[in-house]
């Protein structure tokens, strides 16, 4: 099972970004998805989560401007960052809860990150 994130790049504050995380491989059922973040010199956080059934918990320095989203068909994860802050530069990890088959255990998955930058 792999997860690759995209959707990163540079933009200018109050600008927007759509993150995804596509899962590909042996996969049964994914459980919850989750977006990270690292910024330079600072700890992994978590910035927001959705689980298997479409519950929703966000960081409060993001909420209201950033929204988790899936696509079950997809195995795809999506984050849309709104009105973006030179605060939210980091490297953005998506990691997910997966069963590969029906009887495997869940398994956790992080994809390889990629790079927000917004620019004050």
């Known amino acids: 099972v792999q997860l690759q994130a995209s959707g990163g790049g540079l933009v200018q504050t109050g600008g927007s970004l759509r993150l995804s995380c596509a899962a590909s491989g042996s996969i049964f059922s994914i459980n919850a998805i989750d977006w990270y973040r690292q910024a330079r010199g600072k700890q992994r956080e978590l910035v927001a989560a959705?689980?298997?059934?479409?519950?929703?918990n966000y960081a409060d320095s993001v909420k209201g401007r950033f929204t988790i989203s899936r696509d079950n068909a997809k195995n795809t994860a999506y984050l849309q960052m709104n009105s973006l802050k030179p605060e939210d530069t980091a490297v953005y990890y998506c990691h997910a809860l997966i069963k590969r088959l029906t009887m495997s255990p869940v398994n956790s998955y992080w994809g390889q990150g990629t790079q927000v930058t917004v620019s004050s």
């Open positions: 959705i689980t298997s059934g479409g519950s929703t």
